[in-house]
């Protein structure tokens, strides 16, 4: 039936704007937020747009790569804290590097700890990193005693947060060297095709001579990275090593990935769907703070445009 | 009955139906044929109410179908079993049977009442189920089986039989066509959609053939030759559906000796195959014979026994290793194990071979070579759209065969293992895959076919090993195998 069904002379106009649907959306939501307080698209609020959306970009790029194979990562926002808990110590007893390689090491960790639970040992992603989450938040509060780690050296903040090159600050050069970099891995690099097969069907990628655990253990490893890295930058921000950093955003990474268009049935989409997604809902809430919404009822029209990018992004052509 | 006339269906610019009339007599077998992209799923759709047609009129007994819901369709007697399943797998049978028409008092499930109703329900078409077993444990046959006693519950006057022996053995198919007799008898008309000569010919009162969305004419069974029927399908004349293979068998490419698994689908199997030979694994569907291809390939847990290829015995077979050691294995679920549906051809074709230094280097893709190495084997395999960018999913079923094959094509290979290789698709594209079997054969490739048709068996193997309840119960040769043959050891001597 497909075969007929899908055979079409040209895709209907629908379709074709499809892509540009997303980006059109931003604009306009800028716009009508403009006409209501001008200061929305002022430039140091459009600057402040964009730092923001770089951390959270970060963060969705790390759960489109396991969103990719069909799954998620329910412990990236305790990971986020503990990164930011033992990076900040590390740092104050060893320096800034030490502190880095530190953040790097324990995210990679989680990561590959995860990656082991569900891609070796076959347990879903939804009870795995969920279970990770508390082992993480565990260690989180027990490192720290649940203060926050300061003070830390100066030079991360200054670095990391305040630093700036061509005008452009610290945290978005390193959000787009991310997401270039796992846009061009997805793209050209054997893993990144595997990504995708071992997400459209598991089985056929094993039939196919492409073992699924080594996928998934590298996805998961990728994902843990990638949070790590932003967590680094949140804490270079915030100038301590906070044990509640991660707060909100494991839901708000995932909203992001699937706002921007990744599909929780695994094997399509890409890193643009960080990006977009990411830049959404950060124009969203910031718009929402300046014309003064109230906090919870920003909660219920980030809730509604979650469910309704879900209901809007499925193809409805397709079986 | 059924009175369908000048039915059109247009997908945008794409005319999947031209001016079809069909018709279907209390108590007939009609049979439909036509390659894929033929129009059959088209007609079928329009009947059953999945989508209006563009132009053009169905009735049931003088009243239009033409404004009703698939669901009111349903319940005025048109009773359709498509390829896909529509069971729940978690769900046992019963529980399956009466899905969304459960016998309710109050809130409650009456079970006791489903249940005598079900087991009156399968008796009076023959078919013997687990009534308890959930559906996910059952076998393919099993499945079709409660796909076609769910739609028999609403006592239809039409039943649609969209290809339903493809995944039977031909025990089963026996069953189904006792079935399809006592409904006959009971004048329920009958669709029936199938690419098999033989079932057409045994169980069909009048044939429709359709090629290109148009009909090309309408037959009694008796009065034509399957040569004809073939003919009016593919529109071109098919002289032999079988290659002529010249099979020159040389050095041994592989040995299998008391192999057996952990799960006991295989008990102390030994085979023996060598370069330029066609080996037919015979049996009935669970008599091991796919599971013998994947504990080969490395897909099933060995327990004991030894795999061999060439000289080079191989302790544990795992699916990458057995790739790169030159076994390519082709599995019989196309679209739960063959194919990555939701990904372009291209991804599909290339997907064994990444490793190869042609596709990448350092775990680089070489992107900009990718393409030319994908579209060698597909044009050798005659892919239909030659679209290698379109995702797998939406080529025909013998086109989605012909992606997954291409596989073979893009690696040396010394072993290649088919399983059904020809389940669902159409008779054009059975024949390109058995040229592609000669292919392989006569470029000294070692060949090993399991597969439930006996014609292929006789036609396309050297030697063919008939397995039963885990075991090679037989090894026939060449001039020695015949249909009685062959089945005279189907259930183990």
């Known amino acids: 039936m497909t075969d007929v069904m899908t055979r079409r002379s040209a895709p209907a106009l629908a379709d074709r704007l499809k892509p540009f649907s997303l980006p059109l959306g931003i604009v306009a939501l800028l716009l009508v937020f403009a006409l209501i307080e001008p200061r929305v698209i002022s430039g140091a609020n459009l600057r402040n747009i964009a730092l923001q959306t770089s951390f959270l970009a970060i963060f969705a790029a790390a759960q489109c790569v396991v969103l990719l194979t069909r799954g998620f990562d329910l412990s990236l926002g305790v990971t986020v804290s503990l990164v930011s808990v033992g990076a900040g110590m590390a740092m104050t007893s060893a320096g800034v590097a030490a502190g880095l390689a530190a953040g790097c090491g324990i995210a990679l960790a989680v990561g590959l700890f995860n990656g082991l639970l569900i891609g070796a040992i076959g347990i879903n992603a939804f009870v795995a990193t969920l279970g990770t989450s508390y082992v993480v938040m565990a260690l989180a509060s027990t490192l720290s005693g649940g203060f926050p780690v300061a003070p830390l050296p100066p030079a991360f903040n200054a670095i990391f947060a305040q630093g700036s090159l061509f005008g452009i600050r610290a945290a978005i050069w390193v959000a787009l060297i991310v997401l270039l970099a796992i846009g061009l891995m997805l793209r050209f690099t054997t893993l990144g095709r595997r990504l995708y097969l071992v997400g459209a069907s598991a089985r056929a990628a094993t039939a196919a001579g492409i073992r699924p655990a080594a996928v998934l253990i590298a996805a998961y490893a990728i994902c843990g990275l990638l949070a790590g890295i932003g967590a680094l930058l949140l804490t270079a921000r915030t100038g301590s090593g906070e044990p509640n950093l991660g707060g909100n955003l494991t839901l708000e990474s995932i909203a992001a990935a699937v706002v921007g268009g990744a599909k929780l049935t695994g094997g399509e989409g890409g890193i643009s769907s960080a990006l977009l997604g990411a830049l959404f809902i950060t124009v969203l809430s910031n718009g929402m703070n300046l014309v003064q919404v109230d906090g919870y009822i920003q909660q219920v029209f980030l809730g509604a445009i979650i469910v309704l990018s879900l209901i809007l992004g499925r193809d409805g052509a397709r079986r | ?493």
Do not use: W
């Open chain 2, 1 to 493: 009955m059924l009175n369908v006339s000048g039915l059109t269906k247009r997908f945008g610019g794409f005319t999947a139906l031209e001016a079809v009339d069909f018709t279907l007599l209390p108590g007939e077998v009609h049979a439909l044929l036509g390659e894929n992209g033929a129009g059959k799923s088209t007609l079928i759709n329009a009947i059953c109410g999945t989508f209006p047609p563009s132009e053009g009129n169905v009735q049931l007994d003088g009243r239009s179908l033409l404004d009703l819901s698939p669901l009111r369709v349903r319940e005025v007697g048109v009773a359709p079993v498509f390829q896909e399943f529509s069971l729940a797998p978690a769900l046992s049978v019963l529980d399956n049977l009466f899905l969304g028409r459960e016998a309710t008092r109050g809130p409650f499930l009456r079970r006791g009442e489903m249940r005598r109703e079900a087991e009156a329900l399968l008796s009076r078409i023959g078919f013997s189920l687990p009534l308890d077993e959930k559906v996910s444990r059952l076998s393919r046959a099993q499945k079709q089986m409660v796909e076609i006693a769910k739609a028999l519950r609403l006592s239809p006057k039409i039943l649609i039989l969209d290809e339903p022996t493809a995944s039977l053995t031909d025990g089963e198919a026996e069953k189904l066509f006792e079935a399809v007799a006592r409904l006959k008898a009971q004048g329920v008309g009958i669709l029936y959609v199938s690419h098999r000569m033989a079932e057409i010919r045994r169980l069909s009162d009048r044939v429709t053939v359709l090629r290109g969305g148009r009909l090309i004419a309408t037959v009694h069974t008796a009065d034509v030759t399957d040569a004809e029927l073939i003919e009016m399908m593919v529109g071109r004349p098919v002289d032999e559906l079988f290659p002529e293979i010249h099979n020159s068998p040389g050095a041994p490419a592989l040995r299998v000796s008391d192999l057996s698994t952990a799960t006991g689908s295989i008990r102390a199997a030994s085979i023996e195959a060598r370069k330029g030979e066609v080996i037919g694994l015979a049996g009935l569907v669970g008599c091991g014979r796919s599971e013998l291809c994947r504990a080969i390939f490395g897909l099933e847990d060995i327990s004991s026994g030894e795999v061999v290829l060439g000289e080079t015995p191989v302790a544990k077979p795992r699916p990458d290793r057995m790739i790169a050691a030159g076994i390519c294995y082709f599995p019989g679920d196309r679209a739960a194990e063959g194919l990555a549906l939701n990904r372009p051809a291209r991804e599909n074709v290339s997907m064994a071979g990444l490793r190869l230094r042609k596709l990448s280097r350092g775990g680089l893709l070489r992107a900009g070579a990718e393409p030319e190495v994908v579209a060698g084997p597909l044009d050798k395999l005659g892919l239909r759209p030659m679209m290698p960018e379109r995702r797998a999913g939406a080529f025909s079923g013998g086109n989605q065969q012909k992606v997954m094959l291409a596989r073979g094509l893009v690696d040396d290979f010394d072993v290649y293992l088919f399983d059904e290789p020809t389940v669902g698709i159409d008779v054009g594209a059975k024949t390109d895959v058995y040229r592609f079997i000669k292919q392989l054969a006569e470029s000294g490739a070692c060949v090993i076919v399991s597969t439930s048709e006996l014609p292929e068996l006789l036609h396309l193997s050297d030697r063919i090993y008939v397995m039963a309840g885990g075991a090679v119960v037989q090894e026939i040769a060449r001039d020695e195998a015949s249909e009685t043959a062959i089945l005279s050891h189907y259930f183990g001597e």
